[in-house]
């Protein structure tokens, strides 16, 4: 009988972070979200923060536009400008509440229930849906190491108020 040997693969350590790869790191995740959402706009005709959109008002119908841009993280005006574009292609509902006429709750129409079956996936986009993938403990971590990278370029970014970027339009 041979006997065969296995030979264990020794895993090289990392290399030391430097400010260069972390900002590497950075650059590809920011550029894998754009090219992803620019990638969902080609196949499905939305943008990635729209297909996000409904796929937040497909879990929970109802939503009123505050409550969308909280999920989303956007500001509100962000936010219904976003349902105007999706109410105007036909792909969300805008209902006002019988008991309040301001209210406006959100609905995904037939043809909007149709888009996000047909949908490229994750329809919440690659970044937001590997954030959510994380485990409790690794997202604390990581909120609290780029909550002290923000603090360190706070007093360099004043005249731009820390904005996030566009893409998540």
């Given at each position: 009988?041979?006997?065969?040997?296995?030979?264990?693969?020794?895993?090289?350590?990392?290399?030391?972070?430097?400010?260069?790869?972390?900002?590497?790191?950075?650059r590809v995740?920011?550029?894998?979200?754009?090219?992803?959402?620019?990638?969902?706009?080609?196949?499905?005709?939305?943008?990635?923060?729209?297909?996000?959109?409904?796929?937040?008002?497909?879990?929970?119908?109802?939503?009123?536009?505050?409550?969308?841009?909280?999920?989303?993280?956007?500001?509100?005006?962000?936010?219904?400008?976003?349902?105007?574009?999706?109410?105007?292609?036909?792909?969300?509902?805008?209902?006002?509440?019988?008991?309040?006429?301001?209210?406006?709750?959100?609905?995904?129409?037939?043809?909007?229930?149709?888009?996000?079956?047909?949908?490229?996936?994750?329809?919440?986009?690659?970044?937001?849906?590997?954030?959510?993938?994380?485990?409790?403990?690794?997202?604390?971590r990581l909120?609290?190491?780029?909550?002290?990278?923000?603090?360190?370029?706070?007093?360099?970014?004043?005249?731009?108020?820390?904005?996030?970027?566009?893409?998540?339009?």
């Amino acid at each position: 009988m041979e006997m065969v040997e296995t030979q264990q693969k020794v895993k090289k350590p990392a290399p030391p972070a430097t400010p260069l790869s972390v900002l590497q790191r950075f650059r590809v995740l920011i550029r894998t979200a754009q090219r992803h959402s620019q990638w969902i706009e080609r196949q499905s005709g939305v943008t990635g923060a729209q297909l996000w959109a409904l796929q937040e008002l497909s879990e929970v119908p109802g939503l009123r536009v505050g409550e969308l841009a909280n999920r989303m993280a956007l500001h509100q005006s962000t936010a219904s400008n976003m349902v105007d574009r999706l109410e105007t292609g036909g792909l969300i509902r805008k209902e006002r509440s019988s008991v309040d006429q301001r209210v406006v709750r959100l609905y995904l129409t037939d043809e909007g229930v149709a888009m996000l079956g047909r949908a490229p996936s994750p329809a919440r986009g690659v970044l937001p849906e590997a954030l959510r993938l994380l485990d409790p403990g690794a997202l604390n971590r990581l909120q609290g190491e780029l909550d002290g990278v923000l603090l360190q370029i706070r007093d360099l970014d004043e005249g731009f108020g820390m904005q996030p970027l566009p893409f998540t339009e």
